[in-house]
């Protein structure tokens, strides 16, 4: 029930493509969650994080829609670009419990 | 000005070894963690520290231990290295009392050979 499944484990779009990762879980205590994006050789980093009161949230090229009742939350890159080549995780905590549940990641190639 | 630092960088050392990794975060954050990535790429939280209490995920060998000198630096220290836990480790910080972002450090790659 702790889990988040992420989907695909890799992905290969060309440039100006919209990729989308999706991630479900089952716990239905969960209240934020998160993206990151990891390059090569260094930390992942948050990109952008939505909470359950709303459907959809846009920051520039990212948008992270949301589904409630599926239980199912997705990232989509739009214009994508090379240097969007990245690991993507989802995440999701609950509550005051700020340890984060992982996906286990997709990683991202924009071919130019 | 680095928020989340480790050292070293790049780690490699023989079996049966004991290493440490130190971390530090000058972000005034009140938790911190350690994090094993492996050659998948999954995260695994190994540790989540504050000043009150430390937990551990019961998955982690015990001769893995997280030392914490004071609230801004979080160590770890391995004993009897295995090949098994050649991987990058990565220290994260968070701020209990002011939401859920976690940051992070480069990532210490251990090799064991």
């Known amino acids: 029930q702790q889990q988040v499944k992420q989907s695909p484990q890799s992905l290969i779009v060309q440039k100006g493509g919209i990729p989308i990762i999706n991630c479900a879980y089952e716990?239905?205590?969960?209240?934020?969650f998160p993206w990151y994006q990891q390059f090569p050789g260094k930390g992942p980093a948050l990109l952008i994080a939505?909470?359950?009161d709303v459907s959809e949230k846009k920051e520039g090229r990212f948008t992270i829609s949301f589904n409630k009742s599926a239980k199912q939350f997705s990232l989509h890159i739009m214009d994508s670009q090379p240097g969007d080549s990245a690991t993507y995780f989802c995440?999701?905590?609950?509550?005051?419990?700020?340890?984060?549940?992982w996906g286990a990641g997709t990683k991202l190639i924009i071919k130019p | 000005d680095t928020a989340v630092s480790q050292t070293p960088k790049y780690l490699v050392t023989q079996m049966g070894n004991d290493k440490s990794i130190k971390c530090e975060q000058n972000?005034?954050?009140?938790?911190m963690y350690w994090y094993k990535q492996d050659s998948k790429k999954f995260l695994k939280i190994m540790f989540s520290y504050n000043n009150k209490e430390l937990i551990i995920n019961e998955t982690v060998p015990n001769r893995f231990s997280p030392k914490s000198p004071d609230k801004a630096h979080l160590n770890l220290h391995i004993n009897s290295l295995e090949l098994g836990d050649s991987a990058v480790y990565f220290c994260?910080?968070?701020?209990?009392?002011?939401?859920?972002?976690?940051?992070f450090g480069q990532g210490t790659r251990l090799t064991v050979v």
């Open positions: 995440a999701a905590s609950e509550g005051s419990n700020y340890q984060l549940i």
């Open positions: 994260a910080s968070t701020n209990y009392l002011g939401g859920h972002e976690a940051f």
């Open positions: 716990n239905t205590a969960f209240d934020y």
């Open positions: 972000l005034g954050h009140d938790t």
């Open positions: 939505i909470r359950p």
